[in-house]
């Protein structure tokens, strides 16, 4: 931490030089609904690949490409328990 020194810097009171009237506690960004905040580990090489993709695309959100992949496989993943249980399974 810095070693306050008042020779070497003016203090002077944030709220001097920043209006907080206005100010909430909390997250800067709301998370959109539908969505959720999570943590999750990923193993680096899969974590950086999906970060390569991103660049090379010029840009973009590693998070919405790796989101996109779980909603490919997921769907997938539904639609062959429907093909294996038929009528008889229970749709949500």
């Known amino acids: 931490m810095y070693n306050r020194k008042d020779s070497d810097f003016e203090w002077a ?3 001097d030089h920043y209006d907080f009237s206005e100010g909430r506690r909390g997250p800067v960004v709301k998370v959109p609904e539908g969505k959720e905040k999570i943590t999750i580990r990923l193993d680096s ?3 950086n690949w999906f970060r390569h993709v991103v660049d090379e695309a010029g840009g973009g959100n590693y998070q919405t490409l790796i989101n ?3 909603r490919e496989y997921v769907g997938a993943r539904i639609q062959n328990w429907k093909k294996r249980c038929g009528a008889s399974c229970a749709t949500s």
Do not use: H, R
């Open 68 to 70: 996109n992949a779980l």
């Open 45 to 47: 090489d899969v974590l």
């Open 13 to 15: 009171s944030m709220k």
